[in-house]
């Protein structure tokens, strides 16, 4: 009896052969798609971990994922530009697809770090309270529209 192939067996070959393409508006988006989908679900794993080992009078989680996710684009960014080389499709992948979907925090300590590093220390406080408060605001706005619809 002859094997009978699997459709989801033919939607990774269909993946992996978008990634083989020499074409980059192809190629590209499908890296930070297919890091996105990996980093959210670490994300959401971590967090039924640690809501279970730790409980939820603290968001543990989300600490532990904003620290891992800083820690982990630091590392990353820094062997990509200056240890070694790796394709723009991993970069992507792993920077803005994983990282992105993991954290967004790592993204604003990489961004906080370049404005300190440029020497720019007024507007990387103003970057850190503007981020801060006005992130409480909007969630708060949110929420107050939200609880307003009909």
């Known amino acids: 009896m002859p094997k009978q192939s699997h459709p989801s067996g033919k939607g990774l070959a ?3 052969a978008l990634l083989r393409t020499q074409n980059p508006q192809i190629r ?3 890296a930070v798609s297919l890091g996105a989908i990996a980093g959210a679900l670490c994300r959401y794993y971590l967090i039924l ?3 279970q ?3 939820t009078t603290f968001p543990y989680s989300t600490l532990l994922i904003n620290l891992s996710g800083a820690f982990l684009m ?3 960014t820094t062997l990509v530009i ?3 080389e790796v394709s723009p499709d991993l970069r992507v992948l792993v920077a803005v697809g994983f990282l992105g ?3 967004t925090f790592s993204t604003y300590e990489l961004d ?3 404005l300190l590093a440029s020497g720019h220390w007024e507007i990387t406080a103003l970057y850190w309270v503007c981020t801060a408060t006005l992130g409480v605001l909007c969630l708060e706005l949110g929420i107050f529209l939200a609880r307003r619809l009909p």
Do not use: D, Q, V
Request: charged share 15%; hydrophobic share 45%; glycine share 12%.
């Open 82 to 84: 200056e240890r070694i």
């Open 112 to 114: 906080a770090e370049k």
């Open 14 to 16: 269909a993946i992996f």
């Open 53 to 55: 080992w730790f409980g």
């Open 74 to 76: 630091g590392f990353f």
């Open 49 to 51: 971990g640690c809501n």
């Open 28 to 30: 590209l988006p499908l």
């Open 101 to 103: 979907s993991y954290t």
